[in-house]
Nanobody, 123 residues
Framework: VQLQASGGGLVRPGGSLRLSCAAS????????IGWFRQAPGKEREGVSY????????YYSESVKGRFTISGDNAKNTVYLQINSLEPEDTAVYYC?????????????????RGQGTQVTVSS
């Protein structure tokens, strides 16, 4: 059972990235998926969530309008499209899954957690 986050990188302010969270060993259609991030010296925060059962989404205020979360149950993958990147978005981004969950949910409440992918926004 594994969640694999990928797609991070170094981008200039104003740029875009698409992160992927691929599940193996279980199917995402019974789970809510959250994207979390942790910047240096800061606590991990949940920024975007999707409930695979009905497609409902939730965004934190800090990313609303710039981040879009989506899922592809056929590929067992959830995506996070990040636009208009700001230096404050620099962080390690993680995905996590919680079975039959309302959204948002906390990192410690998740059933499965992926390793992080680094996003660095710098000119």
């Amino acid at each position: 059972v594994q969640l694999q986050a990928s797609g991070g990188g170094l981008v200039r302010p104003g740029g875009s990235l698409r992160l992927s969270c691929a599940a193996s060993g279980f199917t995402l259609d019974a789970y809510a998926i959250g994207w979390f991030r942790q910047a240096p010296g800061k606590e991990r925060e949940g920024v975007s969530y999707i409930r695979s059962s009905d497609g409902r989404t939730y965004y934190s205020e800090s990313v609303k309008g710039r981040f879009t979360i989506s899922g592809d149950n056929a590929k067992n993958t959830v995506y996070l499209q990040i636009n208009s990147l700001e230096p404050e978005d620099t962080a390690v981004y993680y995905c996590a899954a919680r079975r039959w969950s309302l959204i948002p949910f906390g990192w410690s409440q998740s059933n499965y957690r992926g390793q992080g992918t680094q996003v660095t926004v710098s000119s």
